[in-house]
């Protein structure tokens, strides 16, 4: 260690005297950083001929741009167009949105030029090597920046596939683009929060998306909790070492999973049809052969309140196979030490559970079960399949089943298309989905496991 430091002190020390024969020893981090203020000239100060020659192309490419067409496309973005049919609203939209992230990239760029000019300066004037040639910043690079190399192309995908299309959502919401405003014909303006202020404000808003987000919240808890409790119950019965037949058990266990979601989604359709369905022909009439049983057709696909008990119901059997394998899988990772331990203290099997499955199960599989909830909440194709969202109408386009999402997609693709109003619905969602599962994240025990 002694002689290394001791090469080091000496390294150090040659490349300082070098650099004071050269004049070179002391750099400006002002001056640096001033002239940093056109990209590359920082770097040229610093002796680093090819970054500074990369950084001031990058400079010169974004002027260009910027003079060519990205002025006129931020300008079309702040105006949505001026002339009916010959302005296109959406495309100044969007092409002014991709502009916009370009210039938010670039200005990232810039303090990040800005920024490695000092450093670089700060380096010269504490002795350090300064990688000057080509070869030794492409080597440095490569050893320093392998995983940002690696991982910068993820990132620019990332930002125009879906940075870009939420950016894009979002500003539609604050626009009045509707069945009035459909480009080219008709222009697109910005309106703010007018779109917000009616859904909470404006009475017949107000009413369906409070009727919508209601049901949206119970049909989450209740659906998410059933298939939750069925898949736990069934792993931990079949985990029983008295069970036999246990792989003939999970293959059955396993068929609503195996089998596509819309297919059977669509199967229960029909099932539960009131004249025709399943339920009303034969389940129904076969129960009531037992004594003291009469119970009359039930309408499923007619009556909201059966409706919504059924397809809770049908998502329980649709989605508690995929809990039972992961909870199977949790259960079998448990030392039966453990169990063997609360016998002999005296634990019954419910206390064995209470004590020892659940809290382990929950330790694991808390986040997925987090994920559960949020699917639910933005669950599309139960709705939209089973019954298209109805009976009936709450108003506002929204029929008494339907969801938030499904909602949004009959705001959307209906007579009269709302589809500023869709947007301010789709960020709300965003909002409550994202904020609920950060608190629970944050509470959650399977994320404090390096405490």
């Not at 990239?105 to 504490?126: C, E, M, P, S, T």
């Not at 320093?144 to 192309?153: A, N, Q, R």
Request: hydrophobic share 50%; charged share 10%.
């Amino acid at each position: 260690m002694i002689d290394r430091g001791l090469t080091q002190s000496l390294s150090t020390y040659f490349r300082n005297e070098e650099r004071q024969v050269m004049g070179e020893h002391k750099k400006s981090i002002k001056k640096a950083m001033l002239l940093s203020i056109i990209p590359g000239l920082g770097q040229f100060y610093n002796q680093q001929k090819l970054k500074g020659i990369l950084f001031l192309a990058v400079f010169l490419a974004f002027v260009v741009e910027m003079a060519v067409r990205g002025i006129s496309s931020l300008q079309g973005l702040i105006t949505l167009g001026v002339t009916p049919v010959i302005d296109n609203s959406m495309f100044l939209m969007i092409e002014g949105t991709l502009q916009l992230l370009i210039t938010i990239i670039f200005i990232g760029f810039y303090f990040i030029n800005i920024r490695d000019a000092k450093i670089v300066a700060l380096h010269w004037n504490q002795g350090r090597e300064i990688n000057q040639s080509a070869k030794a910043i492409l080597r440095n690079v490569l050893d320093g920046g392998f995983p940002y190399l690696l991982t910068l192309p993820a990132y620019v995908l990332m930002i125009f596939i879906i940075v870009f299309p939420v950016l894009v959502t979002v500003f539609i919401a604050f626009t009045n683009y509707d069945f009035y405003h459909i480009p080219p014909a008709g222009l697109i303006d910005w309106v703010g929060v007018k779109n917000f202020f009616n859904i909470f404000f404006l009475s017949s808003y107000r009413a369906t998306f409070s009727s919508v987000f209601i049901w949206t919240v119970i049909w989450t808890l209740c659906a998410t909790t059933l298939q939750i409790i069925l898949g736990i119950a069934t792993a931990v019965i079949a985990n029983q070492s008295f069970i036999k037949g246990k792989r003939f058990f999970g293959v059955i266990f396993l068929l609503p999973w195996a089998v596509p979601a819309f297919i059977s989604i669509l199967s229960f359709s029909n099932i539960f049809n009131d004249s025709a369905g399943a339920i009303n022909t034969q389940v129904i009439p076969l129960l009531n052969h037992l004594p003291f049983v009469d119970i009359p057709s039930i309408a499923w696909k007619t009556d909201p309140f059966w409706t919504k008990t059924a397809i809770i119901m049908i998502q329980g059997w649709l989605g508690f196979p995929y809990i039972y394998v992961m909870v199977t899988g949790i259960l079998q990772s448990i030392p039966h030490e453990l169990y063997e331990a609360a016998k002999i203290d005296g634990a019954n099997a419910w206390n064995r559970f209470r004590k020892i499955t659940f809290p382990m199960v929950m330790f694991v599989a808390a986040p997925i079960f987090i994920t559960q909830y949020t699917g639910n909440f933005n669950n599309f194709s139960m709705i939209y399949l089973f019954n298209k969202g109805g009976p009936g109408s709450v108003g506002g386009g929204a029929g008494s089943t339907d969801i938030l999402i499904s909602w949004i997609f009959k705001l959307t693709t209906g007579s009269s298309p709302q589809y500023s109003v869709a947007a301010a619905v789709t960020l709300l969602i965003s909002i409550i989905v994202i904020a609920i599962s950060l608190l629970i994240f944050r509470k959650s025990n399977a994320f404090k496991v390096g405490d």
